[in-house]
């Protein structure tokens, strides 16, 4: 008993259930304002925000304090991974393999998506007059202004990660690299240390995310659009069972185990919905589970802009439920754009405020035949839906970086073996 209740997954899944508790009994109370306005800061080039309501506080404030941590990181375990590897051709082919593997493994997930919305017909039967959506003037506005060069410039990781890489080539060329790794290597294990104790606060940070969405959208949202909720739910876990299972089936790793082994990111993505706030957690569990510290800076990172195999199926389900609801019937040849479509604006789905929806509507713009007011449907159940996205993403990093590593030779076996028994 005393060993249950200082495991933290058993701390944040009961956060979980009372969030959900809390938000459907007592939505006044997790609504209720704390803060006049919402708190903008900008710490270590990241920008936070901490939000009004007491549930969203709650989560908001969690999500920001781990936000801190994640540009550091990234930035030195890249850094130091590149500055202490002998050969530097070995960090481009990595980068190369990560990028082509991005684009098999999420085009495969955009196929899954558009086959399942295809056979299952979630949009049949849905009466646009009978649900109730929202305003879609910033998201149509922010497809409007969305460019490659407004995605690297919101994008603060993906900045990071280039930069981390230009001082990590920059620092292997030097004649006294050994001198400025032995300099880094402490901070960067002072900030994993420091992150530990941030992370106790998890279960708050998930009792106030799912507080937030229950009590803001009620459970009741699910039931007009519940089909749609059910296939996305069950498309994204035959992806993660079956294709992501196979790709570490390859090397001999069961993905039961390694689910097992990050189960408490897992459930603090479920109660945030944010993939964020477990990243550098998984970053540290990666490398303690055999991955080198070279293969997990490059991928994970690069992964969290471009390895977005939730938010693909998500958004080439969207557009055919809506193509469903709106009676548009598309041929192949409008499939088969909306595929090559969605392959390139995908890859922008991070780092810009609400990108799913600009993605969906920059789609939607371009094929010019499903009404991008239809967009006002989803806006409803994309909150309950955006824990399926981040949870799948999560996952599917995870994924790529062991596959990779593994491709690479640079992967301890033995270190998998101890991570996985000790963390049982």
Known sequence: ????????????????????????????????????????????????????????????????????????????????????????????????????????????????????????????????????GGDITTYTKGAEDFSWLHFLKDNVTLQVVLIAIVSGILLSRYSRREHFISKLQPISKALFKALHYVMLLAP??????????????????????????????????????????????????RLWSLLKYIREELLIVLGTSSSEAALPSLIEKLERMGCSKSVVGLVVPAGYSFNLDGTTIYLSMSVLFLAQVFHVHLDLTQILSIIGILMITSKGAAGVAGSGFIVLASTLTAVKVIPVEGLALLLA????????????????????????????????????????????
């Open 1 to 132: 008993m005393k060993k249950l209740f200082s495991n933290l997954t058993f701390w944040v899944l009961t956060a979980i259930v009372l969030g959900v508790w809390i938000g459907h009994f007592y939505p006044r109370t997790a609504l209720m304002p704390i803060l006049d306005k919402p708190i903008k800061l900008n710490l270590f080039i990241t920008d936070i925000e901490i939000k009004t309501t007491f549930a969203e506080l709650l989560s908001s404030l969690f999500i920001s304090i781990v936000k801190i941590f994640i540009n550091p990181i990234i930035f030195l375990t890249i850094t130091l991974g590149i500055a202490s590897m002998s050969d530097l051709k070995k960090a481009g082919k990595v980068g190369a393999k990560a990028l082509l593997y991005f684009e098999i493994v999420t085009s495969f997930a955009l196929l899954i998506g558009i086959a399942a919305a295809w056979i299952i017909q979630p949009g049949e039967g849905i009466a646009t007059s009978t649900i109730s």
């Open 381 to 424: 159940v994309d909150r309950f839906m955006s824990e399926a996205r981040a949870i799948t993403n999560f996952i599917g990093n995870s994924v790529a970086t062991v596959f990779l590593a593994n491709n690479e030779n640079e992967f301890d076996r033995s270190k998998m073996e101890e991570a996985f028994n000790t963390n049982f």
């Open 204 to 253: 708050i940070g998930a009792l106030g995310g799912m507080a937030y969405t229950i009590s803001k959208y009620g459970l009741t949202t699910l039931l007009p659009l519940g089909k749609l909720m059910l296939t996305v739910y069950t498309t994204m876990a035959l992806f993660i069972f079956i294709v992501l299972g196979a790709i570490l089936w390859y090397y001999k790793i």
